[in-house]
């Protein structure tokens, strides 16, 4: 069964929410986790696709945005608004406002909320579903 970890950041920005998720996604992937970012949109994506090139000097973070066709290279992070394709399930970071699919395969869920009534209602909804699904949950709001 997934864990999934809650990030509640205290600023309502949208830079900042998408700027932790790439200090936790350059994380992941220098623990050797090749993990998806779900996202609500294109759009959205393309934010992040264009973050991670860019949100610290000199890191190398390989990516792509997914789109339904599987990347040559396996050791990629990828991010999408699509649910995860089968070898990038096991950590999932969800930046979009949907309860994700959950394979058998996930072993951990991230979610990053900024401190938006909006963002935070429909975290709380999601919450309540992965306890509701046996899921261990924990929050974190002292993440610095």
């Not at 399930?89 to 994700?100: A, C, D, G, I």
């Amino acid at each position: 069964m997934a864990e999934v970890s809650f990030y509640i950041l205290p600023s309502e920005s949208l830079q900042d929410r998408y700027f932790f998720a790439c200090k936790l996604i350059e994380k992941a992937y220098r623990s050797g986790s090749f993990c998806y970012v779900l996202t609500d949109s294109a759009e959205q994506s393309q934010i992040i696709d264009d973050l991670l090139w860019t949100f610290r000097p000199g890191s190398f973070i390989p990516h792509q945005i997914y789109t339904g066709e599987l990347p040559e290279l396996e050791k990629v992070i990828l991010i999408g608004s699509l649910n995860a394709p089968e070898h990038w399930q096991k950590v999932l970071f969800n930046l979009s406002s949907r309860y994700p699919a959950v394979g058998s395969q996930t072993e951990r869920i991230l979610e990053i909320l900024d401190n938006s009534e909006t963002t935070k209602e429909a975290g709380r909804n999601r919450y309540r579903q992965y306890q509701q699904s046996g899921m261990t949950v924990t929050t974190h709001k002292d993440w610095q």
